[in-house]
């Protein structure tokens, strides 16, 4: 696949790059703002963008709002979203408007190729991809009433994997299930959560958005 990569530490983003190029993959440039970000995917068009969350010039989010605006005005363009730490209101503003080709990793992921280089091809396929202890600490740090009460361990075990952007499939296959039983409790955790009805929306997405509580 075709990639632009951005992140303002020089050594990462070479180490990302030559990863990268060892997978076969085409990196088309790497930045180190987020300005130059945008400007480089409107002039080369990748498949999938790669970039983290802070970035200069305020080393806040300016990583992640670039992410947004390729999402409004590149909408066929993968995001993959690197971040330091969990934060909740990152995953969910990238997930609320069209999660499809959408990633948000911990960066300590990227130390894990195989992990790392499975979310790129899901988010590259048009698929979601979220690191697991976002979700973890998501859940595990709300102190909300639960949503989710009404699901059984086995639901929450499915949707565990859905909010990691599984397919039915593969969740199946991570769970040791038939691929039948994982569907009944897909659709058993769509009427538990009042969304078996719902049109206009992928229940998916609208399931995956409880789970973590936003």
């Known amino acids: 696949m075709r990639l632009v990569l951005a992140e303002d530490s020089t050594l990462l983003r070479e180490g990302l790059t030559r ?7 085409e990196v088309l440039a790497g930045v180190g703002t987020a300005d130059e970000l945008v400007e480089t995917v409107g002039r080369t068009r990748p498949d999938v963008v790669v970039t983290d969350v802070r970035m200069p010039p305020t080393h806040t989010d300016d990583g ?53 280089l499975d979310a790129l091809d899901r988010v590259a396929a048009g ?34 994997e859905m909010a990691q952007g599984h397919t039915n499939l593969a969740i199946a296959q991570r769970l040791h299930v038939s691929q039948s039983a994982v569907e009944k409790h897909v659709n058993a955790i769509f009427d538990k959560l009042d969304l078996a009805h719902t049109t206009g929306y992928s229940r998916r997405i609208l399931a995956v958005l409880r789970y973590l509580g936003t």
């Open 127 to 160: 698929g979601t991809a979220l690191d697991p202890e976002v979700v973890r600490q998501v859940v595990a740090g709300s102190g909300r009433p639960d949503p989710l009460g009404r699901l059984t361990p086995r639901e929450r075990d499915v949707l565990h």
């Open 19 to 25: 990863l990268l190029a060892e997978e076969d993959h």
């Open 64 to 116: 992640l709002r670039a992410a947004l605006e390729i999402r409004r005005r590149w909408p066929d363009t993968g995001v993959l979203v690197l971040s330091q730490y969990v934060e909740r209101r990152y995953a969910g503003r990238l997930l609320a408007d069209r999660p499809e080709g959408v990633g948000y990793l911990l960066k300590d992921r990227v130390a894990q190729v195989d992990d790392f």
